[in-house]
């Protein structure tokens, strides 16, 4: 791209918690802002603009306006990337999408349930085509910072297709099973460098599944390790329930 | 000892849109040097920032001074490679592999069955019998594609259907309106084929779904499995052996392969 | 050759006399129930009594990542990197992972010499030490034994007290010159047995390897293997690695980094364009074994896992590696006995 390409970021049902995290690159910030053009960005500015080149989208969908919002967005850029775990599997949000909706609906919002349409919480790609995605809760800030360097030099990023325990294991990490904890890694697509077991944390899944996962498999790791069914279920669905229940992506 | 990993700067300095999806790249070496590869043998391409990735030599090294690679835009690396221009460089490691052994071909009558891009390594066997026909007995090629929009080198093809001295058949899976040629599979050709069967070398390229149908139907032909030599597709990383990527069995495609003398197969369960 | 005895209250001042010649390189704690070597700096956290490492010490000769070059996209050119000898001393190496290293000799040595690996691999000295079997070592059912001292420079044999040590080299004599011990003259206790084998027959291997293709035991362990790849990163006889180019965020230099790969994970086998070539996790877990028994092995005469225990106890699923060739054994018995 000869010009600076015009980056527009936006927010939908997330916590936020990925464009603060976004503001911590520090250094590594600067140099990215020397790439690219801002022209739209819903916390630090306010004039809204036509067109761009990148959107970074993050949050899920899970309401009819943010539909309408997303297809706007799809609309006006010619890349879009989802950003963290709600945009791109739904994220914890996603976990409502296997309670009935008035229990969602009375818990998030009480007295005026009825006032507040609310949908399953979607990731972008069940509802327009999403170019790019960096993933993790929050999104991990390697990825993005690879993507983007991509995107500037207009490239495809690469996208690893293995776990986490690969990368965990590059690292030469205890591994955290030998200290009683269960962990996702080993179907958790890698990317993060194994950010939390290197900090002795278990991985909760949050970058999505390999492509194939053994969830069978999986189940009877965590089983083995002292989960119920039960149990098991519900730890794996924690970020992944919509790959796992089938929901589009 | 030699550095393995380590490319040499190399120049494209030609390139030609062949079908929608390939273009043909061609390369000069420093120096104008000649990359001294046997048909069939392949080069790591690589691109500072995107990656390397193994292509195999089209052009005979008959022709001198540069070497010619027939690339498809399927990933990373090849969509960043076809916005390329003349005059930009590109690093070049090998050649790499076992190619197609000239010697055990001469004298005999040559069969090509090319599947698509297939017809990209295995054009540089043909080349190689053109260009020392005397020494060869027929050249009987079969091409298959899906669409005619997608056959390849096609000002090539022009010549061989004119070349007395080769016997070219094409047929594509589904032809547009204004096709006039064959269609249907490449099997399809095989049982009319007039065959000196003992003497004929026949090589199969193309993608992995075409190899077993096509070796079913040389061998109701009657075509002996020792005539027979193909060139497979494997994920080649470093090209020397190391990094265990290109593995069918315990035969590694880097080395041993791509190109492989059909009996040897025999024993490698996972190469079809 | 002599032997000496170096007893457990001396062992600090022997690692600070090593330590005078080289750098060393030991066996530490890493976490709460885990080994890694490390490199010495304070000889009294260094555990010569330990069950096995994280890795092995393959770590220094092939980095877990490592630069293959450096380059420029401002100006399109690359530098090499420097590759120095690691050039220390490998203290409480177990028997089996020095026949691993042995292995890796012989893969970058054969066919293709790669200076990388046989640079770093340069000046490396080797002081062994005996091994308690614990539940997942099996290295005596592939001919390598706790006291087995083959390839040390020297080796520490575990007698009451301390060690017997003795050097096998001229390397190790100068290792072990100027430092203070009295001769040891009673014999070396036999090591511990072990708690599980591999039951191939003598010369066998092979024989059971052709016949092992078809075995269900591939699909039942796909059924539990999840494919995350850790039983090859922890291997010390694997060595298949990925190369990627990463490039900086000001977008005008980078570098060409390998890492260490798993045939276990789906996309070690995926081309452009979107094929993989061992689609099911019965076919990877094939693969894997097979490396272990047969591929390289029929080339060498020589099995190419060295039994110790590592994947086993890695995999979160317990998969067995052990368990697998004493099914494939079994098998390949009852069908070359059993009347037809
Ligand atoms: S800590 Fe988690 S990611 Fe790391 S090796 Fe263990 S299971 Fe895999
Ligand atoms: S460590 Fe276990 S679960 Fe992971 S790939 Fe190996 S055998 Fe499968
Ligand atoms: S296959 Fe398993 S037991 Fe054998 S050397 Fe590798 S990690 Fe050790
Ligand atoms: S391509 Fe690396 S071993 Fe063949």
Redesign the interface.
């Known amino acids: 791209m000869a010009n600076k390409p015009r980056v527009a970021i936006f927010d939908f049902t997330g916590c936020e918690g990925c464009e603060l995290n976004k503001l911590n690159f520090e250094n590594e910030l600067l140099d990215i802002l020397a790439h690219v053009d801002i022209v739209e960005w819903r916390e630090a500015m306010d004039d809204r603009v036509d067109e761009y080149d990148i959107a970074f989208v993050e949050g899920s969908l899970s309401t009819p306006d943010c539909i309408e919002r997303i297809h706007e967005v799809r609309r006006k850029c010619k890349v879009l990337v989802s950003l963290g775990s709600c945009a791109t599997l739904g994220g914890i949000n996603a976990m409502k999408n296997i309670q009935p909706i008035e229990e969602v609906r009375e818990e998030g919002y009480g007295e005026d349930k009825y006032l507040f349409p609310t949908l399953p919480a979607l990731p972008l790609s069940a509802v327009v085509k999403v170019d790019y995605e960096v993933r993790g809760c929050p999104m991990t800030q390697i990825e993005f910072l690879k993507l983007f360097t991509a995107l500037v030099r207009g490239q495809e990023p690469v996208k690893p297709d293995y776990a986490v325990c690969v990368e965990c294991k590059l690292k030469e990490n205890e591994c955290v099973y030998e200290k009683g904890m269960i962990c996702l890694g080993p179907v958790t697509v890698a990317g993060c460098d194994a950010h939390c077991p290197s900090f002795g944390q278990y991985c909760t899944g949050c970058r999505g599944l390999v492509t194939d996962a053994n969830i069978a498999g999986m189940e009877e790791i965590l089983v083995k390790h002292g989960l119920s069914v039960d149990e098991a279920r519900k730890r794996l669905q924690l970020y992944n329930v919509n790959q796992l229940e089938g929901v589009q992506r | 000892m030699k550095d393995l990993y380590f490319p040499v700067m190399a120049e494209i300095t030609g390139v030609k849109q062949l079908s929608p999806m390939e273009k043909l790249f061609e390369i000069t070496l420093p120096g104008g040097v000649d990359l001294e590869h046997d048909p069939g043998q392949f080069v790591e391409l690589s691109l500072f920032g995107v990656g390397e990735a193994p292509f195999s030599v089209s052009s005979s090294p008959t022709r001198k001074g540069t070497f010619e690679l027939g690339i498809r835009n399927v990933g990373m690396l090849t969509d960043v490679l076809h916005r390329m221009e003349a005059g930009e460089k590109v690093g070049i490691r090998g050649p790499f592999g076992s190619g197609f052994n000239v010697d055990d071909f001469k004298g005999k009558d040559v069969m090509i069955v090319a599947g698509g891009i297939g017809l990209v390594p295995v054009r540089s066997l043909i080349n190689y019998v053109l260009d020392n026909r005397d020494d060869f007995g027929r050249l009987i090629i079969l091409y298959g594609s899906k669409t005619d929009k997608d056959l390849l080198f096609t000002d090539e093809l022009q010549q061989w259907t004119d070349d007395p001295k080769v016997e070219y058949h094409v047929t594509v899976d589904s032809g547009s309106d204004d096709w006039t040629g064959n269609t249907g599979v490449i099997t399809t050709m095989i049982p009319g084929l007039d065959l000196d069967l003992e003497n004929t070398k026949c090589v199969i390229v193309g993608p992995p779904i075409m190899y077993r149908f096509v070796l079913l139907s040389l061998n109701s032909k009657g075509m002996p499995e020792e005539n027979i030599y193909m060139s497979l597709e494997r994920r080649m990383k470093c090209g020397v052996g190391k990094c265990g990527h290109c593995q069918i069995n315990s035969s590694y495609v880097c080395q041993d392969g791509p190109v492989y003398h059909y009996p040897d197969l025999a024993d490698l369960q996972e190469a079809l | 050759m002599t032997r000496f005895l170096l007893t457990e209250d001396k062992v600090i001042t022997f690692i600070e006399h090593l330590q005078k010649q080289k750098n060393v390189f030991a066996p530490h704690k ?5 080994f ?1 070597f490390e490199q010495v700096s304070d000889p009294a956290s260094v555990m010569l009594d330990y069950t096995r490492t ?2 092995s010490v393959k ?1 220094y000769f092939m980095p ?2 490592e630069q ?2 450096s ?3 401002t100006d ?3 530098a ?1 990197p420097t590759v120095d000898p690691v050039d220390a001393i490998f203290l409480g190496v177990h028997s089996y992972d020095l026949q691993a290293v042995f292995k890796l000799d012989h ?2 040595s054969e ?6 690996y ?1 640079k770093r691999r340069e000046g490396a000295l080797f002081v062994g030490v005996t091994f308690a079997p614990d539940q997942w070592h099996f290295s005596g059912s592939v001919g390598i034994n706790p006291n087995d001292a083959d390839g040390f420079d020297v080796f520490l044999f575990a007698v009451e007290n301390g060690y017997a040590v003795e050097a096998f080299t001229p390397a190790g004599e100068s290792l072990l010159s100027g430092f203070e011990m009295s001769e040891f003259n009673s014999d070396i206790p036999a090591a511990a047995d072990f708690n599980q084998h591999i039951y191939v027959p003598q010369g066998k291997l092979s024989e059971v390897f052709d016949n092992a ?1 078809d075995n269900e035991v591939w699909e039942e362990t ?9 039983c090859n ?2 291997c010390p006889t694997c ?13 005008t230099v ?1 570098q ?1 980094e ?6 276990m ?9 979107g ?1 993989v ?3 099911e ?1 019965a ?1 990877r877990q094939r ?1 894997r074994v ?1 490396r272990k028994f ?3 092995s ?2 060498t005469g020589q099995p190419w896992c060295v039994g110790c225990g590592r994947c086993t106890a ?1 995999c ?3 998969i067995s590696i052990v368990n697998i060739v004493n099914k494939l054994v079994q098998d390949h018995e009852q069908a070359t006995v059993a009347p037809v």
């Open positions: 890493r976490g709460t129930n885990s890694a994280l890795h770590k877990p990542r293959l070059l380059f420029s996209l399109n050119s690359f090499e893969n970058f066919g293709n010499p790669e200076k990388n046989l293709w796909s059924k539990e293997c999840v494919g995350c790849g850790t990163m922890v060595y298949c690695f990925n190369v990627e180019d990463g490039v900086d965020v000001t977008a980078g060409r390998r890492h260490w790969d798993a045939c994970t789906r996309d070690f086998s995926e081309v452009a364009g094929e070539f061992r689609e996790l076919a693969h097979y047969k591929y390289i029929d080339k890695s979160s699923a317990k």
